[in-house]
């Protein structure tokens, strides 16, 4: 199998990386309090960075090409981040503990990673121009 080295070492690669950990140590922060949604959230936004880092790495989304996976990595990037910072607004404004105010913090710095990550990723994607050039017309 071969794996793309290069991917980790760009800005997008390093982006998601920043995202995996971050979002890890929210939810280390949350499970050490039992914030139980806030965990969930969590878990789904590790798991959900986690499989596309995966995807990027492993070059699967160059053998999976029955989806136009930017687009769906830009969607995950504006969902997690909306869904995060909704999660970490809510654990700062109404800290039960000093794991769930740390959390909040955390995922609010996820947040920025995510927003970064969409706006890169929107910038590639082009909807209206060809994918290739074609030769100019005699």
Same mark, same amino acid.
């Given at each position: 199998?071969?794996?793309?080295?290069?991917?980790?070492?760009?800005?997008?690669?390093?982006?998601?990386?920043?995202? $995996?950990?971050? #979002? !890890?140590?929210?939810?280390?922060?949350? @499970?050490?309090?039992?914030?139980? %949604?806030? /965990? &969930?959230? +969590?878990?789904?936004?590790?798991?959900?960075?986690?499989?596309?880092?995966?995807?990027?790495?492993?070059?699967?989304?160059?053998?999976?090409?029955?989806?136009?996976?930017? $687009?769906?990595? #830009? !969607?995950?990037?504006?969902?997690?981040? @909306?869904?995060?910072?909704?999660? %970490?607004? /809510? &654990?700062? +404004?109404?800290?039960?503990?000093?794991?769930?105010?740390?959390?909040?913090?955390?995922?609010?710095?996820?947040?920025?990673?995510?927003?970064?990550?969409?706006?890169?990723?929107?910038?590639?994607?082009?909807?209206?121009?060809?994918?290739? @050039?074609?030769?100019?017309?005699?």
């Amino acid at each position: 199998m071969e794996y793309d080295v290069a991917f980790v070492r760009s800005i997008r690669g390093m982006l998601k990386v920043g995202e $995996l950990v971050t #979002v !890890f140590v929210a939810l280390v922060c949350f @499970a050490t309090t039992s914030g139980s %949604s806030y /965990i &969930a959230a +969590s878990c789904m936004e590790l798991l959900m960075t986690a499989a596309l880092l995966t995807l990027y790495i492993l070059k699967l989304n160059k053998r999976f090409t029955f989806f136009f996976w930017p $687009l769906i990595d #830009v !969607f995950n990037s504006i969902f997690a981040a @909306a869904f995060m910072f909704i999660i %970490s607004t /809510i &654990a700062i +404004s109404h800290p039960t503990a000093k794991g769930i105010l740390g959390g909040g913090i955390v995922g609010l710095l996820a947040t920025g990673l995510w927003c970064g990550d969409a706006v890169l990723l929107f910038r590639k994607i082009t909807f209206n121009q060809a994918r290739t @050039a074609s030769p100019p017309e005699k």
